[in-house]
């Protein structure tokens, strides 16, 4: 066994997320284009299989990797490593597996291949969580057990053929995710700002707590109107609340201030898609040209495609004891995600030709497999001794 592998949790997870987000756009684009039918396309939709995969795979990956990697640096949690870390990644490759077969395989054991990490990842993090230096890091724990009940629903509507419901499983799951980013985006990406601020010399603005606690009600609000199907006008106003609210923590962190590092702005201009993302949920309930789909593609390819770039390469960098410093292939990932990013919103908006889907999933999958190339031997083998710029 790879020893370095299995010594930090990003080193696996961020690994597999490479891999899997790039092969699932062309299992989805494929199908797609009537290339193939996936087993479990003959139970759910293309659609559904798409999205789920989406949020409790690929997404999730990444986010096992972002919270074993953060909660040990910055909350002072212990760092899962070794045998619990093995098992835990055995845990999602056995969900994938079990759902895209989910087909041919017993309903029971699709369910409880697919929805046991999270519970168990749960129950790994909250006694560490329990004594964690910053009591705001204990809000990971909600959005945690929305994503298990969000896979659990899925799945249990789904055996009874619901389909509109199994569709709200995605949702909450999808909420959780945002609330997610809201979180370690507003708490991760302003003191990377203050210490690239501080170090020129210039004005850092530090966590303002009361708009720290607004915000992520702001965020619940949001999610409740939308995952109860709220009046337009009350939909509208919890969307537009929330917007304002992230406005004014993003505008406090002075992100233009650091145009010139790409381990920055990319974290930066993925808060900026959040907060157009939940803007274009907004305005979909008060005008017919912005479709209500539109922002998931901002928040998933714009805000997650952003910020999972950005601070996958940070941390690897960082962890593996090499300087920070971008190679133009990864500067080109980032500009490839954006244009992903673009695409896939005017697809939904203007109405683009199905070459705008095409290009869009392309441009994605090559910003990944950028990383893979650029990064992956870093995140399996043993780390270097380490720098300082």
């Known amino acids: ?197 501080r170090a020129r010399g210039e004005r850092a603005a530090s966590i303002l707590v009361p708009l720290e606690y607004a915000t992520a009600l702001g965020m619940v609000a949001f999610a409740a109107a939308d995952l109860t199907d709220a009046p337009p006008m009350w939909m509208a106003t919890a969307a537009f609340a929330a917007v304002a609210l992230h406005a004014v923590r993003f505008a406090r962190w002075r992100g233009w201030r650091t145009a010139g590092e790409p381990l920055l702005w990319t974290l930066h201009l993925g808060y900026a898609w959040l907060i157009a993302a939940i803007a274009l949920r907004g305005i979909s309930v008060l005008s017919t040209l912005v479709p209500q789909d539109s922002w998931l593609h901002a928040f998933t390819l714009g805000a997650l495609g952003m910020t999972m770039l950005g601070l996958m390469t940070r941390v690897v960098l960082r962890h593996t004891g090499r300087l920070p410093e971008v190679a133009p292939a990864m500067r080109a990932a980032y500009f490839m995600m954006l244009a992903a990013a673009l695409l896939r919103l005017a697809y939904s908006v203007h109405g683009l030709g199905e070459w705008a889907i095409a290009v869009s999933a392309l441009a994605w999958s090559a910003a990944f497999l950028a990383y893979l190339v650029l990064h992956g031997t870093m995140l399996a083998r043993p780390s270097l001794p380490r720098k300082t710029p």
């Open 1 to 197: 066994m790879n020893a370095a592998l299995w010594s930090s949790g990003f080193r696996p997870f961020f690994l597999l997320g490479a891999i899997y987000g790039p092969a699932l756009a062309a299992l989805w684009y494929g199908e797609r284009l009537g290339w193939w039918i996936l087993p479990a396309s003959s139970a759910v939709s293309p659609l559904l299989v798409h999205a789920h995969e989406f949020v409790f795979g690929f997404a999730c990956a990444i986010v096992c990797g972002v919270l074993l990697t953060a909660l040990p640096s910055w909350a002072g949690a212990a760092e899962l490593r070794g045998a619990p870390l093995t098992m835990l990644v055995l845990l999602w490759c056995a969900g994938r597996i079990a759902f895209l077969f989910l087909d041919s395989l017993p309903r029971v054991i699709v369910i409880f291949a697919d929805c046991a990490l999270f519970p168990v990842l749960g129950a790994v993090l909250v006694p560490a969580l329990s004594g964690a230096r910053k009591r705001l890091f204990l809000w990971t724990v909600p959005p945690l057990v929305a994503l298990a009940v969000g896979n659990i629903v899925f799945h249990a509507t789904l055996a009874r053929t619901s389909i509109d419901d199994a569709r709200w499983g995605i949702s909450l799951g999808m909420h959780a995710l945002a609330f997610l980013f809201s979180l370690y985006g507003g708490l991760l990406t302003p003191a990377f700002t203050r210490n690239f601020l």
